[in-house]
């Protein structure tokens, strides 16, 4: 079965700055994707970023980027220039590639402060 | 705009009470998806529809059903609420990649 660990449950950046959240995975398949998703105080769940596992270029939206390191397991994520809008919850997840029958795995979360 | 919709966003029921929460997607997806948020946890999946009347344990299904009749709408049963079900329970549709959430449920059962 595949999991998904995030090993920072609290991080904090200062504003402009830049940090980078962990997660590493475990799995046995060769093809899935990987996501970070983004949970405000609003809780609205929303997607930040996502990788394709086939892909070697690392995904970047804006001010977001990954490092993902397919043979260790790892899918970071980087935001630069943070701001104050940035303050939330994140969480790591992985799908199994294909249609069908799927599920999201998801992490623990890093809860993420950004200090004026 | 694509739409994942739960009927409260707070909820308080006591214990022993039949419990449904209501998820309704407009983006005719064919994955739906309920987990339940606790600090510590993360998101866990509770169960899974990937078709009309078609459902899948997830990771804790115990204490819990879902009922899915028409293809937009996946309900969460709790058939006896008890005081450890108290938490966030958040409702998914998938797309043929992304996963897209509604606003969660906060329940609180007494």
């Known amino acids: 079965a595949q999991t998904v660990t995030q090993s920072q449950p609290e991080m904090s950046v200062q504003e402009a700055e830049t940090v980078t959240l962990s997660c590493t995975y475990d799995t046995s398949e060769s093809d899935y994707y990987l996501f970070w998703y983004k949970q405000p105080p609003s809780r609205q769940m929303i997607l930040v970023i996502r990788q394709e596992a086939y892909k070697q270029q690392n995904a970047t939206e804006n001010r977001f980027s990954v490092n993902f390191q397919k043979a260790a397991k790892s899918f970071s994520l980087k935001i630069s220039d943070s701001q104050l809008g940035d303050a939330a919850m994140y969480f790591c997840a992985y799908r199994s590639w294909g249609s069908g029958t799927y599920k999201y795995i998801f992490g623990t979360g890093t809860r993420l402060k950004v200090l004026a | 705009d694509v739409k994942v919709t739960q009927s409260s966003r707070y909820l308080v029921k006591r214990t022993g009470e039949k419990v449904f929460l209501e998820c309704v997607q407009d983006m005719d997806h064919e994955n739906m998806f309920w987990y339940r948020q606790d600090p510590g946890l993360g998101l866990r999946l509770i169960y899974f529809s990937y078709d009309v009347k078609m459902k899948e344990k997830g990771d804790i299904p115990e204490g819990y059903s879902v009922s899915r009749e028409k293809k937009e709408r996946f309900s969460l049963i709790l058939e006896s609420a008890s005081t450890n079900q108290t938490s966030m329970y958040l409702c998914?549709?998938?797309?043929?990649?992304?996963?897209?959430f509604g606003q969660g449920t906060r329940l609180t059962v007494v």
């Open positions: 998914a549709s998938s797309s043929y990649v992304e996963a897209f």
